[in-house]
């Protein structure tokens, strides 16, 4: 059985930075994707990140590139995401979700799909609250 456990949220001030892990088991997470999406109340869920952990390529979505990292550890099954900068409008519930498929969407360079309906399993999410 998949399952991934998100952890790192918290309450922090603008300006100020998190770590968000999210471990996965009942799979091994090397070869395929992971991302982490957030949903704000009222709107829908976004991707923010994603990775291909078997070679490190990643997409970022615009609102948080240049402020936010995603990295795995394959050893411990663990993709991260670093968050710095942080805005009161990153303020939302914040979840991984792995996609075995690693959807790649055409383009060029081609990027990997952010799109929440390309990836099956999910974890139950972290809230992320970012105060003024």
């Known amino acids: 059985q998949v399952q991934l456990v998100e952890s790192g949220g918290g309450s922090v001030q603008t300006g100020g930075s998190l770590r968000l892990s999210c471990v996965a088991s009942?799979?091994?997470?090397?070869?395929?994707?992971v991302g982490w999406f957030r949903q704000a109340p009222g709107k829908e869920r976004e991707g923010v990140a994603a990775?291909?952990?078997?070679?490190?390529?990643?997409h970022y979505a615009a609102s948080v590139k240049g402020r936010f990292t995603i990295s795995q550890n394959n050893a411990q099954n663990t993709v991260y995401l670093q968050m710095n900068s942080l805005k009161p409008e990153d303020t939302a519930m914040y979840y991984c979700?792995?996609?075995?498929?690693?959807?790649?969407?055409?383009?060029?360079?081609?990027?990997?799909?952010?799109?929440?309906?390309?990836?099956?399993?999910w974890g139950q999410g972290t809230q992320v609250t970012v105060t003024s």
């Open positions: 979700a792995a996609d075995k498929h690693c959807t790649v969407l055409a383009g060029s360079p081609p990027l990997l799909s952010l799109r929440p309906r390309d990836f099956e399993y």
């Open positions: 009942g799979y091994t997470s090397s070869n395929n994707c």
């Open positions: 990775i291909y952990t078997g070679g490190g390529l990643t």
